[in-house]
């Protein structure tokens, strides 16, 4: 039974963390490069969106499309030759939300020295059906202390989501009644 499915008959059963953490792991090319000599933000932002992607569509069972970037934190620059490895998982999950918490590392190709955190970023997706109208997703499933710690970070950054557009929305109102704006 699809998730859709078990959405139209009431519950949704919740799926573990661990059921849709991926990593995508990519090595960076002189093609990956600025004007600066080092990889393009942008390159990593792209792998940062493919990986949560498609953990999300993994803990949907289906198409989920990108409806914000939070966070997206560079630490150290990425060099060419640098072997990235983008992590992602669920961290929290509304009814057709899910926010996926990614972490960035980078190690030498050709060394054994461990992987260096370089960045991090957490995004929301929205599951959509094939008319692109939002649809159920399963609760995820906390299992481990750190899993539990992410799922309260991510409702904290969810409900400051939300205050901050309502904040906006009434500002742009009153001055679009007071005439200021257009």
């Known amino acids: 039974m699809t998730v859709q499915a078990q ?30 000599g080092t990889v393009h933000g942008g390159v990593i932002m792209k792998l940062v969106d493919d990986a949560a992607g498609a953990v999300a569509g993994r803990h949907s069972e289906g ?16 060099r060419v030759g640098d072997l990235v490895h983008v992590k992602a998982q669920v961290n929290w999950t509304g009814r ?16 054994s020295t461990p992987a260096t955190q ?26 481990t202390e750190r899993d ?5 970070e991510a409702q904290i950054r969810r409900t400051h989501r939300l205050a901050r557009r309502r904040a906006i929305k009434e500002l742009r109102d009153r001055r679009a009644a007071e005439g200021i704006d257009d």
């Open 63 to 78: 198409p989920a499309v990108t409806a914000s970037m939070d966070e997206m934190v560079f630490l150290e620059p990425v």
């Open 118 to 143: 370089v960045g991090s970023a957490y995004l929301v997706f929205a599951a959509v059906d094939a008319e692109g109208k939002p649809r159920a997703v399963p609760p995820v499933v906390p299992e």
């Open 148 to 152: 539990k710690r992410r799922y309260q």
């Open 7 to 36: 959405a139209q008959e009431g519950e949704i059963p919740g799926k573990p963390t661990a059921a849709s953490r991926t990593t995508l792991s990519h090595i960076m090319t002189g093609n990956d490069t600025n004007l600066l």
């Open 96 to 111: 057709s939300s899910m926010e996926v918490g990614v972490r960035v590392l980078a190690e030498r190709w050709n060394e």
